[in-house]
């Protein structure tokens, strides 16, 4: 296997070291497993060499981008050989008049926007990763970001895709157009599918032009429900802001004990943004967003009065992951997705799970589409505790498949939720997606062992 792997991507992009591979066992998630090798390829047809290879050889391959999988999705569960695309990183072409641009899935979301904004436009889906997260990630993961609930996710922008296709095939589906109805739509298969059915090496993405104008406010709740009600309240006011972000209690209280940033006494902090391209427009839907958040009660609103003002009232929410990441040794973050209107219903729903376990629940998210992340914080020695946050996301998940809403929005199943897809997902849709992986990936080699595909 050495020797044939260093034939295709050379001595120096090939790696079987401890210390190498190491890194390679982790991704953003509480999963851990070795790989048996890593490389890094510089080009599709090396791509299309080393799974070619691990085809015939049925050894597992693991498609990797920047390693930022909250769901485990990129630990090499089997072992096998990590693909690290980080290494195709051109952006191939940037075509403003067909509002399209054409990149290696090595390239990382930040990048791709750095290089948009000079022509004064944007790839909009800003997961929060973006600063080092690929594309090919991004589309492997159908991520999606603070500004989903207007913009949508990175399913809204995939035109067309280059994989290659476990077998070792290369396969370029979709169109540089911005529609097509021609054949089925396979791009969209592999939007999502978690490096499961093929390497992803090239995408052709849709382009926006960048909204010039923005206008934030912040509103603090003495109660859960009021927040949860602005905030679907809003979502059906006739106009759509691009954020609408919710914290709650345990969020806010952790923020102000463990940072700088003052903070009211507050069971839930609503963040809340509108775009366009000319101030009356966006002040008009501001105006709009105001008068729903007055009438549900809240404790206080205050709104940017310029750019600085603006920054400091996001501190809060941005600085949300990365604080409450450390007031404990271990956490699980999530991301259940509920239909907008059953928002309050699930964030009352998590602090009663949290009360019953007594296991600390913090949540946060995209409340605008439904999207929130509870993030279960827990000491890891302890055994007793462990259990109890098993029970706790399971029944956090429960709630939400309830609710109609789904296992994950963002993040994807991974192995974190690979246990719980039969919950959502009933046993004639599930053969069909062991169906449609065995089709495509006979030996399951590529990426093995996740989202419950194996059976
Ligand atoms: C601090 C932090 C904040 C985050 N915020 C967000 C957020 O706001 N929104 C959001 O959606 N996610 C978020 N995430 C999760 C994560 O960043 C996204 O899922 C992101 O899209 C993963 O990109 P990546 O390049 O790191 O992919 P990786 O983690 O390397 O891989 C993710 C999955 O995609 C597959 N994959 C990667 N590249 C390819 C390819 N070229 N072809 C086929 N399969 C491939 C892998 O096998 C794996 O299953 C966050 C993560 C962290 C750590």
């Known amino acids: ?18 210390e190498e591979l190491v890194p390679y066992s982790y991704d953003a998630s509480i999963n851990v497993h ?10 599709t047809d090396q791509v299309v060499s080393i799974v070619k290879f691990a085809n015939e050889y049925k050894i597992p391959v693991i498609p990797r981008g920047a390693g930022t999988s909250l769901s485990g999705g990129v630990v090499p569960i089997k072992g096998g050989i990590i693909i690290d695309l980080s290494k195709m990183n051109k952006i191939l072409e940037v075509s403003i008049e067909n509002r399209y641009a054409r ?4 390239v990382v979301c930040d990048d791709l926007n750095r290089e948009l904004a000079k022509h004064g436009f944007i790839f909009p889906p800003d997961p929060a990763s973006s600063s080092v997260a690929t594309i090919g990630g991004n589309v492997a993961t159908n991520a999606g970001g603070i500004k989903g609930a207007k913009y949508g996710t990175t399913r809204d922008y995939v035109l067309g895709l280059q994989v290659v296709l476990p077998t070792g095939k290369l396969m370029r589906t979709g ?9 089925y739509d396979l791009a ?23 909204p010039r104008h923005a206008m934030t406010a912040v509103a603090t709740y003495a109660k859960l429900e009021d927040a949860g009600n ?20 345990v969020t806010i209280q952790a923020i102000k004990e463990n940072t700088d940033i003052a903070l009211p006494d507050a069971e839930a902090m609503i963040l809340t943004e509108t775009d366009g391209f000319t101030w009356p427009e966006v002040e008009a839907q501001m105006d709009v967003v105001l008068s729903v958040l007055k009438k549900n009660r809240p404790i206080e609103i205050k709104t940017a009065k310029d750019e600085k003002d603006r ?5 809060a929410r941005k600085s949300a992951y990365a604080t409450l990441a450390r007031v404990s040794n271990s956490f699980v973050l999530d991301d259940v997705t509920v239909p907008i209107s059953r928002i309050p219903e699930l964030l009352v729903g998590i602090q009663e799970i949290s009360k019953k376990y007594n296991i600390v629940v913090a949540t946060f998210g995209h409340a605008g589409d439904g999207n929130l992340h509870p993030q279960i914080l827990y000491d890891e020695y302890d ?25 994950s929005g963002e993040h994807g199943i991974g192995l974190s939720k690979a246990a719980y897809m039969s919950l959502e997902h009933d046993p004639v849709e599930m053969a069909l997606m062991r169906q449609i992986k065995k089709t495509l990936d006979p030996y399951n080699i590529m990426n093995p062992g996740k989202r419950a595909l194996d059976g």
């Open 103 to 106: 990149v290696e899935a090595g």
């Open 230 to 249: 602005a905030i679907f309240q809003t979502m059906t006011s006739g106009i759509i802001p691009s954020v609408m972000e919710i914290m709650d209690k």
């Open 383 to 407: 055994p007793d505790m462990v259990q109890r946050v098993e029970k706790v996301e399971e029944e956090i998940f429960r709630l939400a498949i309830g609710l109609n809403g789904t296992l």
């Open 175 to 183: 169109a540089y157009t911005m529609k097509s109805v021609s054949g």
């Open 1 to 18: 296997m050495i020797k044939k792997l260093i034939e295709i991507v050379g001595q120096d992009n090939f790696t079987d070291q401890l």
């Open 34 to 43: 070795r790989p048996d090798a890593a490389v890094w390829p510089e080009t």
């Open 311 to 315: 920054l400091n009232l996001w501190k």
């Open 188 to 210: 969209k298969l592999f939007i999502g599918a978690e490096g499961t059915l093929g390497v992803i090496t090239e995408v052709t993405l849709k382009i926006n032009p960048i």
